[in-house]
C-alpha cells in the first residue's frame, strides 16, 4: 500500500519542483517535469516504498504532532490564567468533540481493551477475537497482529517503557509479548478460570492479574512465578488495577465492591454499587498534615474510581467515604479512564456514549451520544497528546481530538 495519498504525493512533487527551480536545476526540472506527465497520476501512486516518501510521511505526522501539542498548549494557558486570576474553579478544556478522528477496523470480533503506546504514535486492542493488534493511529494501518491466545483476550497492558505487553484471556493464561518484534515471550498460568485483567506494577517488574476464580495474583515477569495470593472477593474479580507508585491495588467485581489492597492485605472494602464493578482508576494525591502526622496508610491520601453496571460511577475516598455518585449513563457501564491532569474522568459504556465528569465536583463536563453503532467497551486518555481511544462491540477502534 502507497505511503502517500494522492494529494500528498502531488505535494511532495511540487515541492521538489520549487526546490529544483530555485536552485537552478533546470534541465533536471524540465526532465522531472516531462517523466510525470508520462507516468500519469495512477503510475505514480503505484510507486513503491521510497526513502524521500517515508522522510515525507514522517515530517508530515510531525507537523500533526506540533498541531495537537499547541492545541494542549493553549488548553494548559487558559488554565493557568485561570488560576493566576484568581478563580476558584478553573476550567479543564480537554474532551472529546465532534466526530472521531480516525476509525481502525480490522477485528473480526468485538474489542474489548484499548490502549495507547507511552513513546510511539501507536494504540493496541485487545478483542474477542483471540488477538491483540498494533495500530498506527495516525494512518489507520495495522502495524502487528500478536496471536497466540486460544480465546477472547479481555485485557492488555503495556509496560512504562513500551516494550513489553502483557495480555489475560480466557484461555486461563497470561502472556507476555515483545512489542518490537511481536513475538510471545513468556506464558504465565495459575488462574482456575478466565483471566480478567492483567496490569504492570509501575517500573515493570511485577504483574498483578484478577480471575473468575475469585482470585487476585502477583506474579514475578521474569520467571512466571506467583507472588502472592490475595482472597476475599465473593465471585468474579473483574478488573484491577495500580496506582501510579504502585503502593496500593483497587480489585471490584461480581461481590458490588471494591477492595483495596496493600501488598497482599485487604485495606479496606468499598461499598455502595448496587451491580457488578467492571472497572476502577485510583488517583494518588499528597497526604495531608493529617494524614501524615497520624502515619496513615498510602490509600488514605487517594481517590478511587469505579464503573458499575448500575449505570454509575461511584467516587470515593481511600478511607472509605463516598465523594460522589455520577449519574447520566443509560446501561452499564464498562470502561472509565482518567485524565492524567486527575481532574477529569471519562466512561463509555452500553448506551454508547462517552461521557466526561469532573471528579472534584462530580459534574457531568460534555456527553458525545451514540459514539459507536454498538456497546462502547473500552477507552483510553493518552497519556501526553489531547487524543481518546474508544473500543465497541461493533469490531471498530476509534481516535478522537480533546479540546
Not at 517515508?54 to 485561570?82: F, H, I, P, Y
Amino acid at each position: 500500500m502507497p505511503i502517500l495519498t494522492e494529494r500528498q504525493r502531488k505535494d511532495l512533487h511540487d515541492g521538489v519542483k520549487e526546490y529544483l527551480q530555485a536552485h537552478n536545476f533546470n534541465q533536471t526540472l524540465s526532465a522531472f517535469e516531462a517523466e510525470l506527465a508520462a507516468s500519469g497520476p495512477v503510475a505514480a501512486m503505484e510507486q513503491g516504498d521510497s526513502a524521500l516518501e517515508r522522510k515525507w510521511s514522517v515530517n508530515l505526522r510531525l507537523q500533526q504532532k506540533v498541531q495537537d501539542l499547541e492545541t494542549q498548549l493553549a488548553a494548559l494557558q487558559a488554565e493557568n490564567q485561570g488560576l493566576s486570576t484568581g478563580s476558584k474553579t478553573p476550567q479543564l478544556a480537554f474532551g472529546p468533540v465532534g466526530q472521531a478522528r480516525i476509525t481502525l477496523t480490522g477485528h473480526r470480533s468485538p474489542v474489548l481493551c484499548v490502549k495507547f503506546h507511552p513513546n510511539l504514535p501507536s494504540v493496541i486492542t485487545a478483542s474477542e477475537d483471540s488477538t491483540l493488534r498494533v495500530w498506527d493511529y495516525e494512518t489507520g494501518e495495522t502495524e502487528r497482529v500478536l496471536r497466540g491466545h486460544t480465546a477472547a483476550v479481555f485485557w492488555l497492558d503495556i509496560d512504562s517503557e513500551g516494550k513489553r505487553v502483557a495480555s489475560a484471556s480466557g484461555d486461563l493464561s497470561i502472556r507476555l509479548w515483545d512489542l518490537p518484534t511481536g513475538e510471545c515471550i513468556r506464558t504465565i498460568r495459575g488462574h482456575d478460570h478466565r483471566v480478567s485483567c492483567v496490569c504492570w506494577m509501575p517500573g515493570g517488574d511485577g504483574l498483578v492479574s484478577c480471575s473468575r476464580d475469585g482470585t487476585v495474583r502477583m506474579w514475578d515477569p521474569r520467571t512466571g512465578f506467583e507472588r502472592g495470593v490475595m482472597r476475599g472477593h465473593d465471585g468474579w474479580v473483574r478488573t484491577v488495577t495500580t496506582n501510579p507508585t504502585g503502593t496500593i491495588l483497587a480489585s471490584g467485581g461480581d461481590d458490588r465492591t471494591v477492595r483495596v489492597w496493600e501488598g497482599t492485605r485487604c485495606r479496606i472494602v468499598l461499598r455502595g454499587a448496587e451491580h457488578t464493578i467492571e472497572c476502577i482508576a485510583i488517583r494518588s494525591s499528597p497526604p495531608t498534615a493529617s494524614q501524615q502526622a497520624l502515619e496513615g496508610s498510602a490509600a488514605d491520601s487517594c481517590i478511587i474510581v469505579a464503573g458499575s453496571r448500575d449505570k454509575c460511577i461511584h467516587v470515593w475516598e481511600g478511607s472509605g467515604r463516598v465523594l460522589h455518585v455520577l449519574r447520566g449513563h443509560d446501561d452499564w457501564i464498562h470502561g472509565i479512564a482518567l485524565h492524567h491532569s486527575g481532574q477529569l474522568v471519562v466512561s463509555c459504556g452500553d448506551d454508547r456514549s462517552i461521557r466526561t465528569w469532573d471528579v472534584t465536583s462530580g459534574r457531568s463536563r460534555s456527553t458525545i451520544p451514540n459514539a459507536h453503532d454498538h456497546f462502547c467497551t473500552a477507552v483510553v486518555w493518552h497519556p501526553v497528546r489531547p487524543l481518546l481511544a474508544t473500543g465497541s462491540v461493533d469490531k471498530t477502534v476509534k481516535i478522537w481530538l480533546c479540546k
